[in-house]
Structures are given as structure tokens and as C-alpha cells.
């Protein structure tokens, strides 16, 4: 009746059920309205009842196959961060920066990512932080003739004795003292003809 018309041209289709799922569901996802999350369910549901790989949803919906598997990659996060992701505390780009982290990290992640309110970039940077543990130092070996001559060294002095060797046979030997008197003591026991301070 706007239109003043008395006939509205329309494509009439009759279609099997399963066939007007599949395209309720096309019409879905091509919705511009739709967030991250959303869109993800419908493509998943697309994928496993229609048996589509991701590049014929790709060709299908008129996205890319990598964007597809983008949105697919979602549905791996875990539910605390799956309803941030709905409710639009956090956007794509930082959905999918957090899906490099293990599972209850990326929930500490999130919640870090909400509260700071971290850009996306910053929220790449901070899972690139969280990816990587803190190497432990690995404790320099010794060899066996060292450690014995180690041990010796501080049952005669009476301290602890710690000797590092290099590569080449050149090393270093340090003497851990308490106190003035133990020093004093380390001291007369290397050299006994010496004067007590």
C-alpha cells in the first residue's frame, strides 16, 4: 500500500524443510546485526547438519574460507569467555588472540581484557606474555671430579665452597661466610701461621 501498488512482485519457492532451514540460516548469518558469537553457532549448525566444508559455507554466506574458520574457532573458547563475546564485552580480534592460550588462562585473560579495557593490539601483546612460562635457569652440571673436590674444600674450611668451570678448564671458586668469625676461621684454616685479626 506505500509502494501504491496493487501487485508486489515475489519469487514464490517451494522448498523441502531442510532446504528452508539452510537458507533461513544463510540469511541469518548474512544479517549485518549479528555478533561474533552468534554468526559462529549459525555456521557451525550450517557445517554439521548440511555436511558443508568451510569453503562451501564460505561461497555460500560470500565470505572468505579463512574468515569462516575464524568464526568457527570460536566455539573452542570456553563458556565464561563464549557469553563475554555475546554480550559484546570483548570483539572478535580479542576473542581470537585469546584462543592461542590454554583454556583457564584464557578466562584470566578475558577478564584481565574487560576490566583494563585493552585494545585489541594490546590484548595480542598479553597473550603473548601468558604464552610464554618463565624458563626455569638450567642448573649448570658439574663434573664429578669438581663436585668431590667441591665437597672437600667445604668440609676443610667449614663453608659452603661453590667452584664454576668453564668449557676451556678456567673457572672461578667462591667461599660463602656467615660472619666475620667464620671468615677469620676460613682464613687460619688456609693459612694457619697467620695472625687472628
Do not use: C
Not at 558443508?52 to 560470500?62: E, H, R
Not at 572468505?64 to 575464524?70: F, L
Request: proline share 4%; charged share 30%; glycine share 6%.
Amino acid at each position: 500500500q506505500l509502494a501504491e501498488l496493487d501487485k508486489v512482485p515475489a519469487l514464490v519457492k517451494d522448498v523441502a524443510d531442510e532446504a528452508a532451514i539452510a537458507m533461513a540460516l544463510i540469511e541469518n548469518i548474512q544479517r549485518e546485526d549479528l555478533n561474533a558469537m552468534e554468526e559462529a553457532i549459525a555456521l557451525q549448525r550450517l557445517q554439521g547438519e548440511f555436511e558443508l566444508t568451510q569453503q562451501q559455507i564460505a561461497d555460500t554466506v560470500g565470505k572468505s574460507r579463512s574468515a569462516i574458520a575464524n568464526l568457527l574457532r570460536l566455539l573452542q573458547l570456553p563458556e565464561p569467555v563464549r557469553l563475554m563475546l555475546e554480550r559484546g564485552d570483548l570483539e572478535m580480534g580479542h576473542a581470537r588472540s585469546l584462543l592461542t592460550l590454554e583454556s583457564e588462562v584464557q578466562q584470566h585473560a578475558a577478564r584481565e581484557v574487560v576490566a583494563k579495557g585493552l585494545s585489541v593490539r594490546q590484548t595480542e601483546d598479553l597473550a603473548r606474555r601468558l604464552q610464554k612460562p618463565k624458563k626455569a635457569q638450567p642448573k649448570p652440571t658439574i663434573d664429578a671430579d669438581v663436585e668431590r673436590l667441591q665437597e672437600q674444600l667445604s668440609d676443610s674450611l667449614g663453608a659452603k665452597v661453590g667452584i664454576r668451570q668453564n668449557a676451556k678448564g678456567k673457572g672461578m671458586i667462591t667461599i660463602n661466610y656467615a660472619s666475620l668469625d667464620q671468615l677469620d676461621g676460613i682464613i687460619q684454616r688456609l693459612d694457619p701461621k697467620r695472625e687472628k685479626y
